[in-house]
Nanobody, 126 residues
Framework: QVQLVESGGGLVQAGGSLRLSCAAS????????MGWFRQAPGKEREFVAA????????AHADSVKGRFTISTDNAKNTVYLQMNSLKPEDTAVYYC???????????????????WGQGTQVTVSS
């Protein structure tokens, strides 16, 4: 089992920045990929970014490319999501997830992820 705890959410004005953190505990060695997803009110949960913890390869959704960056500190078992140039449409609950299987490429489908955090609210005001 892997436990995930997100932090760093909050209220920010459009154009501002936030950094989300996701601390993993438990059998973290079995987590090949870590990802961030988000769910806005009335919408489906969607992929934001993911990283291969061993190679450092990353993938970002088109909607956040150039603004958000995922990174990992394996020594701390922590994954980060640096969010810059935030927009009101980025408002959502952000979830951290871990995938325990190896995939070809970086998984962007939430069904590929086995463990989830409780989420952290990000609100961007206009």
């Amino acid at each position: 089992q892997v436990q995930l705890v997100e932090s760093g959410g909050g209220l920010v004005q459009a154009g501002g920045s936030l950094r989300l953190s996701c601390a993993a505990s438990g059998r973290t060695s079995s987590s090949y990929y870590m990802g961030w997803f988000r769910q806005a009110p009335g919408k489906e949960r969607e992929f934001v970014a993911a990283i291969n913890r061993r190679t450092g390869s990353t993938a970002h959704a088109d909607s956040v490319k150039g603004r958000f960056t995922i990174s990992t500190d394996n020594a701390k078992n922590t994954v980060y999501l640096q969010m810059n140039s935030l927009k009101p449409e980025d408002t959502a609950v952000y979830y951290c997830a871990a995938a325990g299987q190896r995939w070809i490429g970086i998984p962007t489908n939430q069904n590929n992820y086995d463990y989830w955090g409780q989420g952290t609210q990000v609100t961007v005001s206009s």
